[in-house]
């Protein structure tokens, strides 16, 4: 081969690329920059489309018909779907498929439990949503789609945060944090927050409805990294579209519809997420996950439930908060009574004197010491009460039918966020009070 042919073939193979090694490596990192930005501008983009039917102007036109925001979720769907470059989460075909898998019981468990306690607290009301075939239809579309594409957009955001960070885990973690942030404020209702004028609002506000948003937003994103955006499609869609179809809904307690909505998300995702490490190899740390992560999750739900159950007066013994000082020094304004039910006749008869009870009066719960046992000409008895701390008893006789227990512990200053709240109500009338307190 001539000198010449070698010169000629080392030109053609250097003719593809003229760049010095710097000039390559200066090129491929602008490359990356660019791709970063164009990336996260997407997924701005994306959570702007999402905000919009959020703004109270918006939200209202969005009311009018039930077709307006199904046409609105559609059009931006289309759009992008065609137009947006794909992005995968990290795990596997397999491993999303089988997350899906979980999802759906995940979803008919969280109905189970909220229609379970309705049916056990008798607090199943009629459903407010338009229940003939058009309302049912758009109801459903326009949910369905609004859902989908909150998913995608959560999907595309932490798809787009692991590619471009995922050499940098505490960055990556924070980003997440933030994105998963962002998207709970579009669950929250801004009309709410604008009525928000008082420490006593603000309490509400926070345990009805940014608590429980954080609290889903956050289940739904690690829904998306380890399943991609139909697993939480199924978590979110499933019970969503039940209850705007199924002709009753449970109106449950609010601090109890607020535990459910905080806890049961989280406590989801953690047994999930102890799936996901011992069927398909996806960990923190070590890469393992014993059988006892597994229990201990379950034990937390069960847990859970049986917390919120016992609050709401399911089991035999249920809390009540004291408000006020009517029986110092033995209870105290802010403990919780723990009061045993009473629900046979035979047992009214078991009272005696000195035993502190929980009885109604109107609107109002009061536990104070039976001081006298009265009976009348018929045998029927009635019981007259005081607080240990008020100067006579009350006006007026407790009878059998207002009777809801009797205390048997006291749990100190456990119930001070209730006694922040309902402190300042007004004292039923004929009940004394004590140190400028209701007798509750």
């Given amino acids: 081969m001539s ?46 489309v999402l905000w919009i039917p959020s703004l109270p102007v918006v ?23 065609q137009l947006l470059p794909q992005i ?20 008919g468990i969280y109905l189970a439990i909220r229609y379970g306690m309705g049916v056990v607290l ?33 999907a595309y955001g932490i798809g787009t945060i692991y590619r471009l960070r995922k050499r940098r885990g505490v960055v990556a973690s924070l980003f997440r944090v933030c994105f998963t942030l962002l998207l709970a404020l579009t669950e929250i209702p801004l009309n709410r927050a604008l009525l928000v004028q008082d420490g006593k609002s603000l309490f509400f506000f926070l345990v009805q409805q940014v608590f429980p948003a954080i609290a889903n937003s956050a289940a739904l994103s690690s829904l998306a990294y380890y399943g991609g955006w139909r697993a939480g499609l199924i978590y979110s869609a499933v019970p969503e579209l039940f209850q705007r179809v199924f002709p009753y809904l449970p109106q449950l307690p609010w601090l109890v519809e607020s535990a459910v909505k905080v806890a049961y998300p989280v406590l989801f995702v953690l047994w999930l997420r102890d799936r996901c490490v011992t069927e398909h190899g996806m960990s923190r740390g070590s890469g393992r996950s014993t059988p006892g992560d597994l229990y201990r999750s379950f034990a937390g739900l069960a847990a859970a439930v049986a917390c919120c159950w016992f609050c709401v007066g399911v089991f035999p013994v249920y809390p009540s908060v004291v408000l006020t000082g009517s029986m110092e020094p033995g209870i105290y304004p802010g403990d919780v009574v723990l009061i045993r039910k009473i629900t046979k006749e035979a047992e009214i008869y078991d009272l005696k004197e000195s035993d502190v009870i929980n009885f109604s009066r109107e609107d109002y719960t009061i536990t104070h010491r039976i001081v006298e046992i009265l009976l009348d000409e018929a045998g029927n008895v009635s019981f007259g009460t005081r607080g240990d701390n008020n100067p006579s008893e009350d006006a007026q006789a407790v009878l059998p039918k207002d009777v809801n227990g009797i205390v048997v512990g006291v749990v100190p200053k456990a119930g001070l966020g209730v006694l922040l709240l309902k402190g300042g109500r007004e004292a039923p009338e004929g009940v004394m009070t004590g140190a400028e307190d209701s007798g509750r």
């Fill in 88 to 107: 995968h989460v990290p795990g596997s075909l397999r491993q999303q498929m089988a997350v899906q898998g979980y999802v759906w019981s995940g979803a």
């Fill in 122 to 154: 008798k607090s199943l009301a009629a459903s407010p949503y338009d229940h003939s075939p058009l309302g049912l239809a758009g109801n459903a579309v326009g949910t369905f789609l609004s859902l989908a594409f909150r998913e995608y957009t959560r």
């Fill in 3 to 48: 000198a010449e042919h070698v010169h000629r073939t080392e030109n053609l193979i250097n003719s593809g690329d003229r760049r010095m090694p710097e000039q390559k490596y200066a090129g491929q990192s602008e490359n990356r920059y660019r791709r970063k930005r164009r990336y996260g501008w997407h997924v701005f983009q994306l959570l702007l």
């Fill in 59 to 81: 939200s209202h036109w969005f009311g009018t018909s039930l077709w307006i925001p199904a046409g609105y979720w559609a059009l931006t769907l289309f759009a992008v779907y």
